[in-house]
């Protein structure tokens, strides 16, 4: 039987406040743990949270980049369920009167784009943390997370493959660095995704059993969890079983789920309003207020680089992909008012530079001007492309300026007329054999000229002017 796939995916996002969504406390990654905690976020009797505004701002900025209908009443929830990581027993999230409903993120999977819906965008605080001891059977706990302010970003069951699913959690990402709300990292925990699953019969219009997947903490795994599942679901389906409905956690090392517990309704969480907060009232001032802080998104932005710089849209989607990236970029046209080449040298000489070296673009050791500065050599023919790629990688590893490079390693393009044309008539006298060939119609052999031209320059010869003088002298 032919199945068709669906796919839902919650985001949970650690906004970038520096106190807590309900108390003073800070939240800094990586602090001692218990550190970070107060009598509010460990839930001591006769405390009272206090709803931090921040909070509420980012929530609203990333509801109107998503197009969201904004609430201007909303209401915070009890999620009332036991872990030991769970100080008050309880969770403070939002749940029949959320922030923002009804969404949309636009995405495009093989040139194809489609719109994914948003059921709701809540805030909620995060529980704490379990560590666990690798010699004995005993694990800690960790307070320092509880009560890190969170948005919960809920997909509609729009997806329908594992492509389009790693296509908008990258989409959701990419929007709150824009914001600058949330920094993304997934391995660090403060990007987090649950995807949910099921399998229906082709053409079918209800949902078929689905099941949760949780521990996924790159695009790379959510996408190769949904693969494994939906072999999973088909091989049970086919079969002739049934799918159960369950909370699975994907295994990276092994390339597979397994149960973890059965899949909660909400009815399990007894939800019900909290008592110490009262209702949010979004007034239509702090909405403009906030509306007016919004930056130039993803989407904007990589339609003005197409209309500004003339750029192919392939150009434009991989340097608007971070806010980082397509300030670098733009940062370098500056200096350099080429767009293509900047475009070509970004995309391929940095950003591999980058990935090899295991880097980002904030952590670059090659600035903007750096890489203006190297192109510019380029076009003044100072140095030549290929040598260019040699600096650009001692700039890569020292950090160096460009100039400083060229000139401490002797890089300066050859473009003497007179000491090029002696050597291009010692290589030609030195390949009578190439030269007859050559005159016998068979021209591919100017690249052997010019490559013994290189060799014998190290690569320092003008190009263009040692093709213009071995064509002559093999005319005459």
């Not at 922030?99 to 709701?120: F, M, N, P, S, W």
Request: glycine residues 6%.
């Amino acid at each position: 039987m032919e199945y068709e796939v669906v796919i839902g995916l919650e985001v949970h996002a650690q906004l970038l406040t520096q106190s807590k969504i309900f108390c003073g406390c800070a939240t800094t990654f990586g602090a001692t743990p218990n550190s970070q905690t107060c009598p509010i976020c460990l839930g001591m009797p006769g405390v009272l949270p206090v709803l931090n505004r921040k909070v509420v701002e980012y929530g609203l900025k990333m509801a109107l980049a998503t197009h969201c209908l904004i609430a201007s009443y909303s209401r915070f929830a009890r999620k009332n369920y036991f872990y030991p990581d769970l100080p008050k027993g309880y969770q403070i999230s939002q749940y029949e009167l959320p922030l923002a409903e009804h969404g949309r993120v636009d995405i495009e999977v093989d040139g194809v784009k489609k719109q994914i819906g948003l059921t709701r965008i809540h805030m909620e605080e995060d529980a704490g943390k379990l560590i666990h001891d690798e010699q004995l059977p005993i694990s800690y706990v960790d307070f320092n997370r509880t009560g890190v302010p969170l948005l919960e970003i809920v997909s509609e069951p729009d997806l329908r493959t594992p492509d389009e699913a790693a296509a908008y959690l990258k989409a959701i990402r990419n929007i709150l660095l824009y914001l600058e709300i949330c920094d993304g990292n997934m391995e660090e925990g403060s990007l987090r995704c649950d995807a949910n699953i099921s399998l229906r019969p082709q053409g079918a219009t209800e949902f078929g059993v689905r099941t949760e997947l949780k521990n996924m903490n790159s695009f790379r795994n959510v996408q190769r969890a949904l693969e494994y599942e939906i072999r999973r679901q088909r091989s049970l389906l086919d079969a002739g079983g049934e799918v159960i409905q369950e909370t699975r956690l994907w295994d990276a090392n092994q390339g597979k789920t397994y149960s973890m517990r059965g899949k909660e309704e909400a009815h399990d969480y007894r939800y019900f309003p909290d008592p110490d907060l009262i209702p949010l009232v979004i007034s239509p001032e702090w909405l403009k207020e906030v509306q007016a802080t919004l930056p130039e998104l993803p989407d904007a932005k990589k339609e003005r680089f197409i209309s500004q710089y003339d750029l192919p849209e392939y150009d434009a989607g991989v340097l608007t992909q971070e806010k980082a990236l397509a300030d670098y970029f733009e940062d370098c046209v500056r200096d350099f008012p080429q767009p293509k080449k900047v475009s070509n040298w970004i995309m391929s000489e940095l950003m591999r530079e980058l990935k090899k070296e295991d880097q980002d673009i904030q952590t670059c050791p090659v600035a903007p001007t750096g890489l203006a500065r190297l192109l510019t050599l380029v076009e003044e023919e100072v140095i030549s492309g290929k040598i260019a790629k040699s600096v650009f990688m001692e700039m890569i590893a020292s950090g160096n300026d460009p100039d400083a490079i060229v000139k401490a390693k002797g890089l300066i393009q050859i473009s003497d007329t007179g000491s090029l044309e002696t050597l291009a008539r010692e290589i030609l006298a030195a390949n009578p054999k190439e030269v007859a060939d050559f005159k016998a119609g068979k021209t591919k052999v100017m690249g052997f000229f010019v490559g013994e031209m290189m060799k014998k320059t190290k690569g320092q010869a003008n190009p263009k002017l040692a093709n213009q003088l071995l064509s002559r002298l093999l005319k005459e």
